[in-house]
C-alpha cells in the first residue's frame, strides 16, 4: 500500500517562503514521478509542478514563475516543494502525488488518473 504524507504547511507572510515535504512510502520510491497540486476553497485542483524519477526534469505550472522549485531525494523517499515569495493567492492546501507516468502529470485531463495522493498540507499566506 503506497502511502503519501505531506507536512511543512503554515501560516507565512506574504514574501515569504515555505518549504513543503512528503514522504512517500510501500513503493519503489524511484520508480515514481512525483507531483505537487493545490486546491483553495471554491477551486478547482490545480497542478503545481512534478519531477522525474531521477530528478532531471521538472515542469511548473504557469503560475509558478520562477517561484518555487521541487526537488527529490530518492534516499530519503520525500519528495519537496520550495516555495518563495509567497502571495495570498497561493493560500490552498498542497498535495503531492504519485505515478509511474510522466504524462498524467503533464497532460490535465489525465490528472484523474493519477494513482496516488497524499492528504494534503495547509498553506495560509497573510497580507
Known amino acids: 500500500q503506497v502511502q503519501l504524507v505531506e507536512s511543512g504547511g503554515g501560516l507565512v507572510q506574504a514574501g515569504g517562503s515555505l518549504r513543503l515535504s512528503c514522504i512517500v512510502s510501500?513503493?519503489?520510491?524511484?520508480?515514481?514521478?512525483l507531483g505537487w497540486f493545490r486546491q483553495a476553497p471554491g477551486k478547482e485542483r490545480e497542478f503545481v509542478g512534478a519531477?522525474?524519477?531521477?530528478?532531471?526534469?521538472?515542469v511548473y505550472g504557469d503560475f509558478v514563475k520562477g517561484r518555487f522549485t521541487i526537488s527529490r531525494d530518492n534516499a530519503k523517499n520525500t519528495v519537496y516543494l520550495q516555495m518563495t515569495s509567497l502571495k495570498p493567492e497561493d493560500t490552498a492546501v498542497y498535495s503531492c502525488?504519485?505515478?509511474?507516468?510522466?504524462?498524467?502529470?503533464?497532460?490535465?485531463?489525465?490528472?484523474?488518473?493519477?494513482?496516488?495522493w497524499g492528504q494534503g498540507t495547509q498553506v495560509i499566506v497573510s497580507s
Open positions: 502525488a504519485a505515478d509511474p507516468t510522466w504524462v498524467v502529470f503533464t497532460i490535465p485531463t489525465l490528472t484523474r488518473n493519477v494513482d496516488y
Open positions: 510501500g513503493g519503489t520510491f524511484s520508480h515514481f514521478v
Open positions: 519531477i522525474d524519477w531521477s530528478g532531471g526534469r521538472t
